[in-house]
């Protein structure tokens, strides 16, 4: 059993920036792919960016390449999402979660922990 909770979202200007945090509890952080996922209202939960087990190695969307930046620390049990170069459509409630089975999976039915979320809103 693995509790996920989000942390760092908040209001920003388009071009700004922010990291989110996503804390795990429960044993064995390392053996889990972590991903990343958003919802706009109205729309449906996307992929957004993961993490291998060790951090070696990452995979995003092509909406946020180049932008967003996922890393972990096994140590501190926490995955981080950096995001710059904020959009308004990148506006949205985060959301973290813990995948034992794979890796790099953009469906989200294959992750089997998820955190409760945290709201990103960029302005124009």
């Known amino acids: 059993q693995v509790q996920l909770v989000e942390s760092g979202g908040g209001l920003v200007q388009a071009g700004g920036s922010l990291r989110l945090s996503c804390a795990a509890s429960g044993r064995a952080f390392s053996r889990y792919t972590m991903g990343w996922f958003r919802q706009a209202p109205g729309k449906e939960r996307e992929f957004v960016a993961a993490?291998?087990?060790?951090?070696?190695?990452?995979y995003y969307a092509d909406s946020v390449k180049g932008r967003f930046t996922n890393s972990r620390d096994n140590a501190k049990n926490t995955v981080y999402l950096q995001m710059n170069s904020l959009k308004p459509e990148d506006t949205a409630v985060y959301y973290c979660?813990?995948?034992?089975?794979?890796?790099?999976?953009?469906?989200?039915?294959?992750?089997?922990?998820w955190g409760q979320g945290t709201q990103v809103t960029v302005s124009s």
């Open positions: 979660a813990a995948d034992l089975g794979g890796w790099g999976n953009t469906d989200s039915s294959e992750y089997d922990y």
């Open positions: 993490i291998s087990r060790s951090g070696s190695s990452t």
